[in-house]
């Protein structure tokens, strides 16, 4: 007859738990899911084995972030190897975890079956709600701040120690420059509508909508406009035809007169849109400089807009290095993708990769062939940036010759070099630029010491 046991991971310490006719409660999950609400009869289910406290605040963030990951630690290795039974009767034993992954670790280690399914989450629910009265000398009150000290410290460490936090800058940003869009789209047309009524002919002239902003907040009353307003138009217009096209135009314009209440109105609305595109390009520059930093390689082959997106859509470059090259190349045509396959029609060729210049400069039937072979390299690049320890352009500017040589292939026939040979070459580059490096800043801190040894003799 099998036994189980019931692993708990408690703020306060590990505790094993025996489970009574265990192959009863399997069949008779409801009245365990009714017994977990009442102690006594809790209490005839499950029994204490054994409860090892953690000796500090630190040992516990220490177990529980390894518990976290899926890993076995030290002590909870040692407390199972004493509390469990010895290992040639532990193959008719099962061990219950909440965690999949700490189970699989646990087997490996310890070899004893482990389960997270059946009656075991209820069994954990029910030792969660009523630990404190299953481990004697533990209240309730010991309890909760035993929770509340480890729950921040775990939250801290996470915030410390996460390996996405320079991407979710990259996330944030890339979720800005399409809000800001959107948003300098709108409003620029909300200008052009309101201000047309005043005068119509500007749009005709001026089709650029951060142009057409900048003349709106200059102009006000067209009226006004004489052949001395043509050297301050033709620095904002950057063009002296345009500008002479606008006062020439301000003289027989169809438009109706309005309020100075309402050009104030304009004006200030104009100015805003203006202050909006503004930093929308200080937004751009930013993101420029942080992809620059975090994915060298993969900016260099798509840009920084399209990396950036590919970031977003994985959540971080460490999931995005993850993913197969197949992957990457739907990645954001996932409805599309879906509804192909239910539809049983043709599967999209691409997704976010679609906005590359090489997608658009491919012809028609190369579209797919190209969108496969840009996503294979894209994913070399962002593996590259993830888990390389020197950042460098070298691997990108590479892979995006190669993705150049083959839009020529397709288009001339000329066989592109091998991959294995490009590589191999940009790595002995970027071992070499390494090296420059590193004896550039040994030339520096030479100087300095040498600066500091005569300040010093002074």
């Known amino acids: 007859m099998s036994k189980l046991y019931v692993l708990y991971e408690h703020s ?5 738990f025996r489970v009574a006719e265990f192959e009863e409660l399997a069949a008779f999950l409801p009245q365990v899911e009714e017994s977990v609400t009442d102690l006594q009869r809790f209490n005839s289910v499950v029994t204490l084995v054994a409860f ?31 509390a469990l039974p010895k290992r040639k009767k532990r193959s008719k034993c099962t061990l219950g975890v909440a965690d999949p992954k700490l189970g699989a670790a646990i087997t490996e280690a310890l070899e004893i079956p482990c389960s997270h399914t059946s009656a075991v989450p209820e069994l954990v629910r029910g030792i969660r709600h009523h630990f404190h009265s299953l481990i004697k000398g533990l ?3 010991a309890c909760s701040v035993a929770q509340l000290g480890l729950g921040h410290s775990y939250s801290r460490a996470r ?10 800058m990259i996330i944030q ?16 047309m909300r ?14 002239i001026v089709p650029d909508n951060h142009l057409y902003s900048k003349c709106a907040e200059y102009i006000k009353d067209r009226k006004t406009l004489t052949e001395e307003s043509l050297e301050p138009l033709t620095e904002i217009l950057g063009d002296s035809e345009k500008a002479q096209a606008i006062i020439d135009a301000s003289k027989m314009s169809m438009g109706m007169d309005i309020s100075p209440v309402d050009l104030i109105n304009i004006q200030m609305f104009a100015g805003r849109v203006i ?28 840009g920084d807009q399209v990396g950036a997106r590919l970031i977003s859509k994985a959540g971080s470059l460490t999931n995005l290095a ?34 590359s210049t090489f997608i658009g400069r491919a012809g028609l039937k190369n579209k797919g062939r190209i969108s496969r072979y840009l996503a294979n390299k894209c994913s070399i690049a962002s593996r590259i940036d993830c888990f390389s320890e020197n950042q460098t352009t070298i691997f990108g500017e590479k892979l995006r010759q190669q993705v150049e040589d083959r839009l020529k292939f397709y288009e001339t026939g000329d066989i592109p070099a091998k991959n294995i040979d490009v590589m191999q070459q940009a790595a002995a580059e970027a071992a070499e630029a390494l090296q420059q490096s590193s004896k550039k800043k040994n030339k520096k801190n030479k100087k300095k010491e040498a600066e500091v040894v005569a300040m010093d003799e002074d």
């Open 52 to 82: 090892q406290p953690f000796k500090s605040a630190v040992v516990a963030l220490e177990n529980i972030n390894a518990v976290s990951e899926g890993i076995v630690p030290e002590d909870l290795n040692l407390f199972l190897e004493g």
């Open 173 to 188: 940003s890339i979720a800005l420059l399409d809000q800001l869009d959107k948003d300098v789209n709108t409003f620029s």
């Open 275 to 302: 202050g909006l595109s503004n930093y929308r390009k200080q937004i751009a520059e930013y993101l420029h400089t942080k992809m620059g930093s975090v994915a060298p390689n993969l900016s260099t082959l798509v």
């Open 139 to 141: 209240t309730l009150k």
């Open 159 to 168: 915030v410390k120690f996460n390996v996405h936090r320079v991407d979710n």
């Open 191 to 204: 200008i052009r509508e309101w201000y047309s009524y005043h005068f119509p002919e500007l749009v005709s």
């Open 322 to 355: 993850k993913y197969p090259a197949s992957t990457l190349q739907i990645l954001g045509a996932e409805k599309a993708l879906f509804r192909a396959l239910k539809t049983r029609s043709n599967t999209p060729k691409y997704g976010l990769l679609y906005h």
């Open 12 to 16: 306060a310490g590990f505790a094993l």
